[in-house]
Nanobody, 124 residues
Framework: QVQLVESGGGLVQAGESLRLSCAASGRTFTSYNMAWFRQAPGKEREFVAIIDSNGIATSYVNSVKGRFNISRDNAKNTVYLQMNSLKPEDTAVYYC?????????????????WGQGTQVTVSS
């Protein structure tokens, strides 16, 4: 498995931006599809965005399309989530997750490696 560490969370006002980073350990980063999930208080963890191992194919949950962008730098073993036009409903703990390359799954249960999470709070 790959070890994941997220960073970049914080408190921002509605309409502002944040960029989350997820650093992966190991030499097999390019073997993994990478995804971001989030979990708000009292809610289940939900899929946000995914990028394939080559950094070509991406997919987003409808609520963030046009506002969030997922990318990866395989030379740095890092995946990013650029979040623009943030809304209070984006408030959650954001988790980075890895799954061996293949189907671009959006199911929590399909991911075996997770980071510790980073808090994003958007005030109105």
């Amino acid at each position: 498995q790959v070890q994941l560490v997220e960073s970049g969370g914080g408190l921002v006002q509605a309409g502002e931006s944040l960029r989350l980073s997820c650093a992966a350990s190991g030499r097999t980063f390019t073997s993994y599809n990478m995804a971001w999930f989030r979990q708000a208080p009292g809610k289940e963890r939900e899929f946000v965005a995914i990028i394939d191992s080559n950094g070509i194919a991406t997919s987003y949950v409808n609520s963030v399309k046009g506002r969030f962008n997922i990318s990866r730098d395989n030379a740095k073993n890092t995946v990013y989530l650029q979040m623009n036009s943030l809304k209070p409903e984006d408030t959650a703990v954001y988790y980075c997750a890895a799954r061996p390359r293949g189907l671009l799954s959006t199911k929590v249960s399909d991911f075996g490696s997770w980071g510790q999470g980073t808090q994003v709070t958007v005030s109105s």
